[in-house]
């Protein structure tokens, strides 16, 4: 177990007030209103041996929201961040690599990333656009901190600095960016505002920052609530990024919304320096702008009403997964599951769901197997597995890479039925292969 993992409030079962004096990840503001309490839960990170499984610490898991700014967060009771050496980049799924190039490619057209600039790279989990940059001749430099990370990505070929925007990087020691793009980073820092004000440090006047995350929107509004985990502790809408942004001159371009991982949103922001006319210059965002804040708008994340029927909503889609799998098991149907992500402990947890419902889940990450989900421990094992003995029922955990999951378990079709539990629970077919580019 990772030094530093440890709970101190393991029998604290001390039931949170609805308004905390917590002070927000990203305004500083003192008051926040608990949207969702999941209870106490492991490190989604965390994938316990067997002798691990008994001592594995849970700490609360709660979802928060500032009333000042709109910040929904987790609550300052929440775990580091963890990374488990040799754990797989998520850009080594196939639909997250095909995204990944793109958003390059998608730069590049827009003027925003060219060969010769400038350029930092900052990633959660290891998801650094490096290589992808690199096929468009484009050299960024790499800032990580975990130390394996850091000598896996020198040993490709990259330029790396162990250093970390909010730890008071200066750009006389790195050179002022051109662009900084922030692949799912932002979200995993527990001190937003620190985060935001590093990059814009990074960034020359005039360069732009490239910000994608998952979306709340899609988090709140369709009760994806797998999401909610240790580790990431904020999530993000325009709205309340928006005036966090400003505070550090960095005015937002453009928002582009996404569909990976549920739903995501890519910011463009530039940094500017100049002083506005007294009257208002004219704003440089584009329509997507607007748009996406209509769209948070309407989904009344603000709205008491709304954010008081999350946890009912949570409780029924939990219900359903859970009496789903116990009809299975009565009826004499055999179900396995596939993919460990980090989203399946919030779940599998959430849902009191154990190794009685599921007997065990594939995952192609050699760093997984032999190991469990924490807290559910549903042990890990070789997709090969299913192959050997396919169950009538596979569960698919990795839900937002569903089409991907279903092309390779497609010798599988015919014998085995595809489910995915969220955003509703249901039977997916096979996808088609992809056209060729």
């Known amino acids: 177990m990772p030094s530093g993992l440890t709970s101190d409030r393991q029998n604290d079962d001390d039931e949170a007030d609805a308004t905390s004096p917590v002070r927000c990840r990203g305004c500083g503001a003192g008051e926040t209103l608990v949207v969702l309490d999941l209870g106490r839960h492991p490190h989604a990170s965390w994938f316990p041996t067997a002798d691990e499984l008994s001592t594995t610490p849970t700490w609360p898991l709660r979802l928060l929201r500032c009333r000042s700014c709109g910040l929904f967060q987790l609550d300052p009771d929440s775990p580091p961040e963890i990374d488990i050496e040799g754990a797989p980049a998520p850009t080594s799924s196939a639909t997250m690599a095909d995204h990944a190039d793109r958003l390059v490619a998608d730069a590049i057209g827009r003027d925003l990333l060219a060969p010769g600039a400038r350029v ?59 662009a900084v793009v922030d692949f799912y980073r932002l979200a995993h820092v527990p001190d937003l505002a620190a985060a935001v004000a590093g990059i814009a440090r990074l960034l020359r006047p005039g360069g732009v920052a490239i910000l994608e995350f998952d979306h709340a929107l899609s988090t709140i509004a369709e009760v994806q609530f797998d999401s909610i985990r240790h580790g990431h502790f904020s999530y993000l809408t325009l709205g309340a990024l928006a005036p966090l942004l400003a505070a550090n001159r960095l005015e937002i371009e453009s928002a582009m919304p996404l569909s990976v991982y549920g739903g995501a949103l890519r910011v463009v922001a530039r940094r500017r320096d100049a002083v506005r006319a007294a009257d208002g210059a004219p704003s440089t965002a584009d ?108 569960l698919i955990l990795t839900w937002d890479i569903a089409d991907e999951v279903t092309r390779a378990l497609a010798p599988l079709a015919g014998r085995s039925r595809f489910v995915v539990p969220l955003p509703t629970l249901g039977t997916v077919s096979p996808a088609p292969e992809p056209e060729a580019a």
């Open 120 to 178: 930092i790279d900052l990633a959660s989990h290891g998801g650094h656009l490096a290589p992808f940059m690199a096929r468009h001749g484009i050299v960024p430099l790499v800032l990580e901190t975990v130390p394996w990370r850091i000598a896996q990505l020198r040993a490709a070929g990259h330029s790396v600095v162990d250093a970390a925007p909010e730890h008071d990087v200066e750009p006389a020691g790195i050179g002022e960016a051109d």
């Open 287 to 394: 329509a997507s702008v607007a748009a996406v804040r209509r769209d948070e708008d309407a989904a009344g994340l603000d709205r008491d009403d709304v954010l008081a029927s999350i946890g009912p909503r949570v409780e029924a889609l939990s219900g359903e997964l859970r009496d789903h799998l116990r009809n299975l098991k009565s009826s004499g149907r055999t179900v396995a599951a596939y993919g460990a992500p980090t989203r399946a402990s919030t779940l599998l947890n959430t849902a009191r769901i154990t190794a009685a419902d599921i007997p065990f889940t594939v995952d192609r990450s050699a760093a997984k197997l032999g190991r469990f989900i924490p807290g559910a421990a549903i042990p890990i094992r070789s997709p090969d597995v299913l192959l050997d003995t396919p169950p009538d029922e596979i």
